[in-house]
């Protein structure tokens, strides 16, 4: 045969020599990024890996036993009942015990976001004229504003309460209730006609909203609205800012454990009507740039019978408080300015504040989710540090082998800019944050649905898939919600995005 390798030429003394052509250069050429993949399954697997070699060797000596082994075993075990029947007594209790203490699964039936009338939006032209027309702010603050406004990462589309469309606004104690009910009565008109679940099959309800507190409460307005029970165990939280989100599903998760069979209903809403800074301090001002109007419904069970049809299994819920540090506890404050005036003042060191939040977050979230081969990695490259004193990097661990989806709260461009560069995470997986702000702007705690809502509308959540719903908020708090997909998800009826998800994502002006 002829030898069909591809061959060079040297020249040697004027001889022309046929070499054979070298290998590749495999070290040079490998892709380091399936090496680590290839190394996180080797890891994750490892226990799996080692006990297949074991149960094969144990399956190979059963089938090794002749009947007269066999029956030597039965005569052994008749001689030694007692023993047998104490140990089955054992095992069944243990077993009982622990099927009656283990922590119930705790599924996301569905849930709704509130889309407010076209009538309601306000674009950047509208939003400035108005603050002009007010009369309340001086040239220089709304210069600030506009300056905000061109850098926020919010759109044309945002929107503002019915309140705020006239001039001068109208901030009076009924416009804030007429807010708050059509928000709130609004999604959950839109998950009970999903869900098909009566009102009165409700056994716990939780809302929450940060700034609007009036009595009676939010809670019991929904509770008079829809007609709920007398034995439902409702809650009403106030003044946490926009991670209550995840501290109502956090609650709801622990009466959830406690009361069985029933449905828990979590609402998230912000209330602008009697917020609106109307001053001229520059750290007030910025609430009024970003903030918009929103609220979401969810509906969550711990009835096995919901499984087959819910979308999503919690995982975990992680929360992190900064609050016993003064800083922390200050960098969003709501307080009068030297005019009397009230507003929510934001400190300039917020987005390190906040990076401490979440590094301290992460740092308990990691070893629940992370591979262990992303775990090993950074403890080795610790351990080198600390002990080693070897002057090595910290290895940050690569989240996108724990989570599939992200839902970073949209409480501005800079909040989404940090973690996607601190995290490590590519354009596709902060895609979601961007839109939400974009086209609704910041709305609080309920932000963090509108983002699952715009993975759902975009058709990317598979079974198995796993999504990390992460906010922040004053206090200063980071909390972590981890949710697993129970099957393809597609969006439901009335998803926020519907009408407008073709035409994302835009480019958004940074």
């Excluded at 306000?122 to 603050?141: A, P």
């Excluded at 009970?192 to 929450?208: E, S």
């Excluded at 979230?365 to 990097?393: C, R």
Aim: charged letters at 20%.
């Amino acid at each position: 045969m002829n030898d069909q390798r591809e061959s060079e030429s040297t020249t040697t003394n004027g001889v022309q020599i046929r070499q054979p052509r070298g290998l590749p250069d495999f070290l040079h050429t490998v892709n380091l990024k399936h090496v680590k993949l290839g190394y996180h399954y080797l890891i994750t697997h490892l226990l799996t890996l080692c006990l297949v070699p074991l149960m094969a060797f144990v399956i190979f000596q059963a089938f090794q036993l002749n009947p007269n082994d066999i029956h030597q075993l039965w005569l052994h075990l008749q001689y030694n009942l007692v023993s047998v029947i104490v140990c089955s007594v054992f095992l069944v209790f243990g077993a009982t015990v622990y099927i009656m203490t283990m922590p119930r699964s705790l599924f996301l039936v569905d849930y709704a976001c509130y889309k407010p009338p076209s009538n309601l939006q306000v674009n950047f032209e509208r939003f400035m004229e108005h603050s002009k027309l007010t009369g309340d702010f001086d040239d220089s603050s709304l210069e600030f504003q506009r300056k905000i406004l061109e850098r926020s990462g919010l759109g044309d589309e945002t929107y503002a309460p019915e309140s705020m469309h006239y001039i001068p606004p109208r901030q009076s104690m009924a416009a804030a209730r007429e807010e708050a009910q059509q928000v709130m009565f609004g999604a959950l008109d839109v998950l009970f006609a999903n869900t098909n679940i009566k009102p009165k099959d409700i056994g716990i309800l939780v809302v929450n909203c940060s700034l609007f507190n009036p009595t009676p409460s939010l809670s019991a307005m929904i509770v008079n609205k829809y007609k709920l029970r007398g034995n439902l165990r409702s809650f009403n939280l106030g003044g946490m800012g926009c991670s209550a989100g995840v501290i109502a599903v956090d609650l709801a998760k622990d009466m959830l454990q406690v009361h069985r069979n029933t449905y828990a209903v979590v609402v998230s809403t912000e209330n602008m009507t009697q917020n609106w800074y109307f001053g001229n301090k520059k750290s007030m001002l910025i609430p009024n740039c970003l903030f918009r109007v929103g609220a979401s419904a969810v509906l969550l069970s711990n009835k096995a019978k919901d499984k087959r049809r819910a979308k999503y299994k919690l995982v975990h819920v992680v929360r992190t408080h900064k609050g016993a540090d003064d800083k922390a506890f200050k960098c969003v404050y709501q307080e009068q300015d030297d005019a009397g005036k009230t507003g929510v003042s934001l400190s300039k060191d917020l987005m390190a504040i906040a990076g401490g939040a979440l590094k301290a977050n992460i740092t308990t979230l990691g070893p629940l989710v992370l591979p262990i081969s992303e775990q090993l990695l950074f403890f080795s490259t610790l351990v080198a540090k600390k002990l080693f004193k070897a002057k090595v990097k910290p290895y940050i661990p690569d989240f996108k082998l724990a989570f599939d989806h992200f839902c970073i709260h949209a409480g501005g461009r800079a909040v989404i800019d940090e973690l996607e560069k601190n995290l490590q995470l590519l354009p596709i997986h902060v895609e979601a944050s961007r839109m939400t702000l974009h086209r609704f702007g910041n709305t609080s705690s309920s932000s963090i649905w509108y983002e699952l809502a715009y993975i759902e509308a975009k058709k990317r959540v598979r079974r198995g898939d796993r999504v990390w719903q992460i906010a922040f908020g004053s206090g200063f708090k980071c909390n972590s919600a981890i949710w697993e997909a129970l099957r393809h998800v597609k969006p439901s009826s009335s998803n926020p995005w519907e009408d407008c998800i073709d035409r994302y994502p835009v480019q958004v002006v940074m």
